[in-house]
């Protein structure tokens, strides 16, 4: 993987991982995933470059629809095997250690 | 001036004639259009604004690259804006919320996560060197001469800003283009 989880990506990751074969667009993944248009498609670039989500134009006549063919992504199996694997190891990376004192029974108490 | 208030006896309708009460009546028709034809030449020309402001990020990525990707950018605000069941003003909020950050450097950004090249290219995008302060002393000096054509020091600064930051832009935009170039001819002089 030639590149980082930042936040953004890791948000944008788990809308794809939520439903891998549905296609989503631009504006629906910036609503669900909660980043701009500006981080957004930097982290969709980074994406397609490694192979997790493919991008294709939606199947419309543009002179019918009186708009332009919308772009969509969908993640490919390779990534979602990839993505599932790496904010797994993510999650194991981040997760406080068993003995930080907001664990111990009672430690609220002494501090009060 | 007094009204016509029911001379010779005629109706009245709280103390003003029947005269006075058509004109009002026409000048508020009247009013009325015009201001509906406002409000439906706002909303034509503001929801024109989210696509001027998408196309300023032309200036940071080059021809090619916005070639690539604008058709992107430009469909997905064409659905935004003509979305129906949203109203006009929300139209307007997510279209600028959709074009402003891809113009204040997300384009280029998407750009630099897109190219690849030979293994894992690093590459760090030269900023100019012109500091902005120097352009702008530079641009003071030439715009002095005008004191002469009684232009106010408001007019004289905005100006001299403007074009020091246009000089500015334009040389960061120059610079990066060739180091983009170079990239995509598989030659990277940062590393």
Known sequence: MDF?????????????????????????????????SGTLYPALARLERAGWITGENEDIDPAEAGRPARRYYTMT????????RELTELSERSR???????????AGAEGA | ????????????????????????????????????LAMAATRKITLRLPFLILYLARITVSRAQWRRLHGEWVAELHYIL????????????????YAA?????????TVRAGVSGPGLIRRTIKRSRIPLLGAWTVSATALQSFRDSQMSWLTFTLAALAVSVCTNTAVTVVRDYRCLRDAGQGTNRDQ
């Open chain 2, 101 to 109: 950050p891809l113009a204040l450097g997300g384009a280029r950004n």
């Open chain 1, 77 to 84: 199996r390779d990534g979602a095997r990839a993505a599932h």
């Open chain 1, 4 to 36: 980082t989880l930042t936040p953004a990506v890791v948000r944008v990751l788990q809308v794809f991982l939520a439903d891998p074969d549905a296609p989503r667009y631009g504006m629906q993944l910036m609503n669900e995933a909660r980043v701009s």
């Open chain 2, 1 to 36: 001036m007094q009204l016509a208030a029911g001379t010779d006896g005629g109706p009245t309708v709280l103390g003003e004639g029947l005269v006075a009460w058509r004109t009002a009546l026409i000048a508020a028709v009247v009013a009325a259009v015009l201001y509906e």
């Open chain 1, 96 to 106: 406080p250690p068993a003995r930080t004192p907001g664990w111990l029974p009672g």
């Open chain 2, 82 to 97: 003509s979305d129906d069941a949203a109203p006009w003003l929300g139209r307007l909020v997510n279209g600028l919320r």
